[in-house]
């Protein structure tokens, strides 16, 4: 069964602080891993990543994958208090679908 | 350029009544996808239309949920009859192509949160 695991669940940090959200899947058809940031309702979308190794950049937020070890982080660096969030990440397939992992909550503290 | 279009954005219903819930996807977007998202858990697809023709409704409980998508623009999901588990965000995207495409990024609507009682 294909899944996308997220850790940690939740985090809580402090403002400045660098982050590093973990996300490995297991999945058949594999196309692309996807991060989004789901503040109230909507998730909005953040980064597509097709190709190992090849770091996408936007601000402070990064992003990589290891398709090799089946996995993708994100790091937030200087966090800041609207950085707190529930960042998801899926998997995408060759048909468009997404499976999403259960997302990590992190809040930023002041 | 507008963005997925969601109503209502809130509802609540007891168990056993019936609910619609209705999508605009961004122009030009042909494929559509309906998720659920239960509070704590990643969104779940419950089904995908590629125009007016369904892709994947592996995970909708057809006994219950049924969705259209008519003219191949907005859709419906309908939930009849209710139940508690239902309560959850139902969350409409859409995606310029039909994927075979290299990982096609998906644009949400704001949700409608439902609250079955």
């Known amino acids: 069964e294909d899944k996308v695991v997220q850790s940690p669940l939740s985090l809580v940090v402090h403002e400045g602080d660098t982050v590093t959200l973990n996300c490995s899947y297991e999945?058949?058809?594999?196309?692309?891993l996807l991060w989004y940031k789901q503040e109230k309702k909507a998730p909005t979308f953040l980064f597509m990543l097709?190709?190992?190794?090849i770091e996408k950049k936007s601000g402070r937020l990064s992003s990589i994958l290891d398709k090799k070890e089946l996995f993708s982080i994100l790091n937030i660096t200087a966090t800041q208090t609207g950085d707190s969030a529930v960042y998801l990440c899926?998997?995408?397939?060759?048909?468009?679908?997404?499976?999403f992992g259960q997302g990590t909550t992190l809040q930023v503290k002041p | 350029e507008a963005g997925v279009a969601q109503s209502p954005r809130y509802k609540i219903i007891e168990k056993r009544q019936s609910v619609a819930f209705w999508c605009n996807p961004i122009?030009?977007?042909?494929?559509l996808y309906w998720y659920q998202q239960i509070l704590g858990q990643g969104p779940k697809l419950l089904i995908q239309?590629?125009?007016?023709?369904?892709?994947?409704d592996s995970q909708l409980p057809k006994d219950r949920f049924s969705a259209e998508r008519l003219k191949g623009v907005d859709s419906t999901l309908k939930i009849q009859p209710a139940k508690l588990e239902d309560s959850a965000v139902y969350l409409c995207?859409?995606?310029?192509?039909?994927?075979?495409?290299?990982?096609?990024?998906?644009?949400f609507g704001p949700g409608t949160r439902l609250l079955v009682l």
């Open positions: 899926a998997s995408g397939s060759n048909t468009g679908k997404l499976i």
């Open positions: 999945v058949t058809n594999f196309r692309s």
């Open positions: 097709t190709s190992s190794g």
């Open positions: 122009s030009g977007h042909a494929t």
């Open positions: 239309f590629q125009n007016n023709g369904v892709v994947d």
């Open positions: 995207a859409s995606s310029l192509r039909y994927s075979g495409v290299l990982g096609e990024t998906q644009y």
